[in-house]
């Protein structure tokens, strides 16, 4: 892989409580190059959108950063001062939300949404800024004249394709989606992945994608990294994981997950669920439920190794 645009290196988010500290994610090294779509899958819980706001360090109370670094162009973003952050938010990094409906402003308009958020980082007119506004909107598939629509006149998918033109609006060099096709219906979920990733090849910016869908992301994605309650399990070249899991964790999401090619096969779920972030259990995570377990697995954390090229795995039976 080329020098990353995003390194992320023993990263730790605690959420304070009165019972003490919760991890919600646990020592995470990652790293995001230039130009990659890079999809970060688990259930819901395990720590996902929890990393991606610690990246823009947009957390919310009781929510700490605890440990760790997080490169980006060259800079430790946890560094940086408030009025150094503001000027890579948006500029350099941006992000699509899970509910573009929460995260749109109801009572201004979406091209004044646009418009504000072009005007806060670059010195144009006003009108100059309308008519990128009306560019944007065009780009990803919405006729300018809804520059002047309120949040609640649009689709479900008109939303959501503002919240990824709003993204966009100032080209930057790695944009996060977090679940961003979250409540759509199935094909307005593959129209506007489909029009993310000709965006991306494009435009040229990485994708960090955080879904618990492993069969979309599987499609999307040129690497994959799958989450298990706050720490990673595995990290490889989607097609890989795709067909040669290495995790019993991720052997057992794509055993639930059903395939539209092939023969029919019975579906298997995980038995169990996913450990409590406050009172984890001892060595690896996922030993409680899975098959392969043995007493190693119980007394340390396996680390993340490389078992084959660019693939790597934090299991020992692998």
Same mark, same amino acid.
């Given at each position: #892989? /080329?020098?990353?645009?995003?390194?992320?290196?023993?990263?730790?988010?605690?959420?304070?409580?009165?019972?003490?500290?919760?991890?919600?994610?646990?020592?995470?090294? @990652?790293?995001?190059?230039?130009? $990659?779509?890079?999809?970060? =899958?688990?259930?819901?819980?395990?720590?996902?959108?929890?990393?991606?706001?610690?990246?823009?360090?947009?957390?919310?109370?009781? =929510?700490?950063?605890?440990?760790?670094?997080?490169?980006? $162009?060259?800079?430790?973003?946890?560094?940086?001062? $408030?009025?150094? @952050?503001?000027?890579?938010?948006?500029?350099?990094?941006? #992000?699509?939300?899970?509910?573009? #409906?929460?995260?749109?402003? %109801?009572?201004?308009?979406?091209? !004044?949404?646009?418009?504000? &958020?072009?005007?806060?980082?670059?010195?144009?007119?006003?009108?100059?800024?309308?008519?990128?506004?009306?560019?944007?909107?065009?780009?990803?598939?919405? !006729?300018?004249?809804?520059?002047? *629509?309120?949040?609640?006149?649009?689709?479900?998918?008109?939303?959501?394709?503002?919240?990824?033109?709003?993204?966009?609006?100032?080209?930057? /060099?790695?944009?996060?989606?977090?679940?961003?096709?979250?409540?759509?219906?199935?094909?307005?979920?593959?129209?506007?992945?489909?029009?993310?990733?000709?965006?991306?090849?494009?435009?040229?910016?990485?994708?960090?994608?955080?879904?618990?869908?492993?069969?979309? #992301?599987?499609?999307?994605?040129?690497?994959?990294?799958?989450?298990?309650?706050?720490?990673?399990?595995?990290?490889?070249? &989607?097609? $890989?994981?795709?067909?040669? %899991?290495?995790?019993?964790?991720?052997?057992?999401?794509?055993?639930?997950?059903?395939?539209?090619?092939?023969?029919?096969?019975?579906?298997?779920?995980?038995?169990? *669920? %996913?450990?409590?972030?406050? /009172? %984890?259990?001892?060595?690896?995570?996922?030993?409680?439920?899975?098959?392969?377990?043995?007493?190693?697995?119980?007394?340390?954390?396996?680390?993340?190794?490389?078992?084959?090229?660019?693939?790597?795995?934090?299991?020992?039976?692998?």
């Amino acid at each position: #892989m /080329s020098e990353p645009l995003l390194s992320i290196r023993d990263l730790c988010v605690d959420y304070v409580t009165d019972r003490g500290p919760v991890r919600a994610v646990d020592g995470v090294d @990652l790293d995001v190059a230039p130009g $990659e779509i890079l999809g970060l =899958a688990g259930e819901s819980g395990s720590g996902k959108s929890t990393l991606a706001q610690a990246l823009l360090r947009i957390l919310p109370p009781p =929510a700490v950063i605890s440990r760790g670094t997080v490169r980006f $162009e060259g800079r430790d973003l946890l560094e940086l001062s $408030e009025g150094e @952050l503001q000027r890579v938010r948006w500029k350099r990094i941006s #992000m699509v939300f899970q509910s573009a #409906m929460d995260a749109l402003n %109801p009572v201004i308009t979406v091209g !004044e949404q646009i418009v504000d &958020a072009i005007q806060a980082h670059e010195d144009v007119s006003l009108a100059d800024a309308r008519r990128r506004a009306g560019e944007l909107l065009e780009r990803v598939g919405i !006729e300018p004249d809804r520059l002047g *629509s309120y949040a609640h006149q649009l689709s479900g998918g008109m939303r959501q394709r503002v919240g990824i033109a709003l993204a966009l609006a100032l080209e930057p /060099s790695l944009v996060i989606l977090d679940e961003p096709t979250t409540a759509l219906d199935v094909i307005v979920e593959r129209e506007i992945l489909e029009q993310i990733r000709e965006l991306q090849r494009s435009l040229g910016f990485a994708v960090l994608f955080i879904t618990h869908d492993l069969g979309r #992301m599987l499609q999307f994605s040129d690497r994959i990294a799958v989450f298990y309650a706050a720490r990673l399990a595995e990290v490889g070249p &989607a097609s $890989e994981i795709a067909n040669a %899991p290495r995790h019993p964790y991720t052997q057992g999401l794509l055993r639930a997950f059903p395939r539209v090619s092939g023969g029919a096969k019975e579906l298997e779920s995980i038995p169990g *669920s %996913p450990p409590s972030l406050a /009172s %984890p259990p001892p060595g690896c995570r996922f030993h409680p439920r899975c098959p392969l377990a043995v007493a190693e697995c119980r007394a340390a954390q396996p680390a993340l190794r490389e078992v084959a090229p660019g693939h790597f795995a934090a299991c020992p039976r692998t």
